[in-house]
């Protein structure tokens, strides 16, 4: 069947469109269409199209770097649909399979005509009647794909968006150059990846080669090789706006397929020199934009979050000094501390605690209501993300790094000063959950004599805003764990500096009484592990203890707690969930895997589970294996590897006999714990009587009176 690509950048007329698609299908066509045009708020009008697919392509820019929507915004209509749409997976996929390609608008047509350079066989059409015309060939000669140089669109269609800004290199010849098959072939790649190195080139004239090289190299599946094309062109550019620009294209093009940079160091090392350039030039809005991007791609999530280690698993204080070389991070932690001490708690009235968070406020429940009932304290609660106003502050992060390198009054600080100060004025205490966006707007400020409470719980750490905070102006860093608080002053200079805050390491609030139910007689043989909605939580480990133990007692099974990762996330998280599923699906279907989803009630369905599990490489304190084991189940686990041989990690967080170096090790365990139906049971109390004891909440409660109410 033929297949035909309608592609629209603005709402197309639908009674129009209706009655040519109808003339498509007549004509044995298969019709599709993509549109950059909000699909949704037209979907009563795209039901009655009958078309086998219609697909949102990309709308704008905003996930993309801010080199290219720099350009975007100078380029052409045209230009930009296809800057917004060529990376699309869908797009792709269908323009490969088209015999037919439709621009339905003007604005659609550079990017038929760039997708026509990636199919040689298929018609590129402007307009539907021009389509038809095509599909009505191919059917009168016989209905198979054309294998004929595609029919381009007038060339005073495209000349307004095919002329770039290098006008003495042909742009059509090296788009045909670098095409698909081209770039397929490894001496094509190679021949290419020359050429942008060669000596003598005009900058301009290299910087554009090579970004076209890149796109067909993509394009051809070679992401590495499209990245190394960028490098390497940026390694022969003295220009230091460029080459950052260039290496920063680099790195996106492998972060954007899950893949660790390979040009990491160097991109990173280029945006902050020029960053240092724009802040000795006094161009404070150009050094804040770069210094913003390097710490944006140093702290991206693929690199820490979204795979099973980090560079800052190897040596995290060698991975910051690769940052604070820089004049720019240098003034960004320069700390600026407060006009005057906190003041003591009141002994006159309840102290006002201000509790704070944006949106996620899953670990202050407890807290909230704790204190919200506490005689001598009088409690307000602020969620930043629920005031737009408050929202866009928290999370300015190009804004706070400009006021940050100003050193003096900039409109951001007086917006904070203007939102924030009547809840400073009110409050004697802020307590801020996570130490991320809020945490850097909020010490722009000096807090006065108002106390600040910072807590930080794990993922922060792995991410840019530490490193955009003053901690100069936070009194009191609390940590839910003693290895996060060893890697978080690892990383930021000024939590070893002379005005660093006091450190606190406090287990996170939780109900642990609730979780004492009596155990199913199946129990002793279900291990258990809850939460696996995140890479780091390696559940492909937890399966590999599974088959270790089923080799001695085929009666073990898998109980799989909590909703799966979302592929959305990342490219990283996309792949890692595929070979879960992939390796866990003959055991799901064979009983040895359950999984159960999500749910809000974990102690009902830890009933079932007898051995809880813990496979993460890294984590701050897992509740999971908490909750685990006050409800009696026996907890296996996993010596964090990112946290394995240092000083602080899951050996000294948990009792030792819980922790296991291997699948072989966690094995042993669990058959020796649960060889008898007496062991395994004493082995539960032991391990719930430790968690009633050292994490419950009326345990826990103390420790955070005595942080709030006691003179410190």
Not at 229 to 250: C, G, N, P, R, T
Not at 591 to 615: F, M, N, Y
Request: net charge positive; with cysteine.
């Amino acid at each position: 069947m033929t297949e035909v690509l309608l592609i629209a950048s603005a709402r197309p007329q639908f009674g129009v469109l209706a009655d040519s698609v109808e003339r498509y299908n007549s004509c044995g066509a298969q019709v599709y269409l993509a549109g950059t045009f909000h699909l949704d708020a037209v979907a009563e009008e795209i039901s009655t199209l009958k078309v086998a697919e219609a697909h949102q392509l990309p709308r704008g820019l905003a996930h993309r770097s801010q080199a290219l929507r720099r350009r975007a915004e100078a380029s052409p209509r045209g230009l930009r649909v296809w800057m917004q749409a060529q990376r699309d997976p869908w797009l792709r996929t269908r323009a490969r399979r088209a015999d037919v390609l439709v621009a339905l608008d003007a604005g659609a047509v550079y990017t038929v005509w760039r997708l026509s350079q990636y199919n040689r066989g298929a018609a590129a059409k402007f307009g539907v009647a021009a389509g038809l015309q095509a599909v009505e060939k191919l059917q009168a000669d016989g209905g198979g794909p054309s294998r004929r140089t595609p029919v381009l669109p007038p060339l005073h269609t495209l000349a307004r968006d095919v002329r770039r800004s290098v006008d003495d290199l042909p742009a059509a010849f090296l788009r045909t150059a670098t095409a698909r098959p081209v770039m397929r072939s490894g001496v094509g790649a190679r021949l290419w990846r020359t050429a942008v190195t060669a000596p003598g080139m005009p900058v301009k004239i290299r910087a554009a080669t090579s970004r076209y090289v890149s796109e067909g190299m993509q394009w051809a599946g070679r992401t590495s090789g499209a990245a190394l094309a960028l490098a390497q062109a940026a390694d022969k550019i003295s220009d230091i706006a460029l080459k950052a620009e260039l290496l920063d294209e680099a790195v996106m093009q492998e972060i954007s397929r899950g893949i660790p940079p390979r040009h990491l160091n160097d991109a990173t090392a280029a945006l902050l020199a020029h960053a240092d350039a724009e802040l000795a030039a006094g161009r404070l809005g150009e050094a804040a934009n770069a210094l913003n991007r390097a710490l944006f791609l140093g702290f991206h999530r693929v690199l820490h979050i979204d795979q099973l280690s980090s560079p800052l698993a190897d040596n995290a204080e060698e991975f910051a000094a690769l940052f604070y070389r820089s004049k720019a991070m240098q003034l960004l932690s320069r700390p600026q501390g407060r006009s005057v001490p906190a003041a003591p708690v009141p002994t006159d009235r309840p102290l006002r605690l201000l509790v704070t968070t944006s949106a996620n406020d899953n670990f202050l429940h407890l807290i909230r209501d704790h204190f919200a009932d506490h005689p001598g304290v009088e409690m307000r609660y602020l969620d930043l993300a629920a005031s737009k106003h408050l929202k866009r502050i928290s999370w300015a992060a190009t804004r706070m790094l400009q006021d940050r390198l100003s050193g003096g009054v900039s409109d951001y600080q007086q917006e904070v000063e203007r939102l924030m100060r009547p809840h400073l004025d009110w409050a004697d205490t802020v307590f801020l959950e996570w130490a991320a966006g809020p945490a850097g707007m909020l010490t722009t400020i000096d807090p006065g004599d108002t106390r600040v409470v910072v807590r930080l719980h794990s993922y922060e750490a792995f991410t840019r805003w530490p490193h955009m905070t003053d901690f100069s102006r936070v009194d009191d860093l609390v940590f839910v764990a003693p290895h996060v608080r060893d890697l978080t002053a690892s990383l930021v200079p000024q939590l070893r500096g002379e005005k660093k805050p006091r450190f606190h390491v406090l287990d996170n609030a939780m109900d642990l009484s609730g979780f004492v139910r009596p155990k199913t007689s199946e129990a002793r043989f279900n291990l258990g592990l809850v939460g696996i909605g995140q890479v780091a939580k390696d559940p492909k480990w937890a399966v590999r203890v599974l088959e270790e133990v089923r080799k001695h007692d085929e009666r073990y099974r898998l109980i799989l707690v909590g909703g799966s990762m979302d592929p959305k996330t990342s490219r990283a998280t996309l792949e890692y969930r595929r070979e879960f599923d992939k390796a866990v699906g003959p055991l799901e279907a064979s009983g040895a895997v359950v999984r159960i989803g999500p749910t809000d009630d974990v102690p009902s369905k830890l009933t079932d589970i007898g051995v809880i599990l813990s496979s993460s490489v890294r984590e701050g304190c897992h509740v999971g294996v908490m909750e685990g084991a006050a409800s009696g189940a026996v907890p296996v686990v996993r010596d964090w590897p990112f946290y394995a041989g240092k000083a602080n990690g899951a050996r000294t967080l948990y009792p030792q006999e819980w922790v296991v170096g291997s699948p072989e090790e966690a094995a042993e365990r669990i058959l020796k714990t649960t060889a008898t139906e007496d062991a395994w049971h004493a082995a539960g109390r032991r391990a719930a009587e430790h968690a009633l004891g050292v994490w419950d909440w009326p345990v826990v409660k103390e420790h955070f009176n005595q942080l709030f109410l006691d003179d410190n």
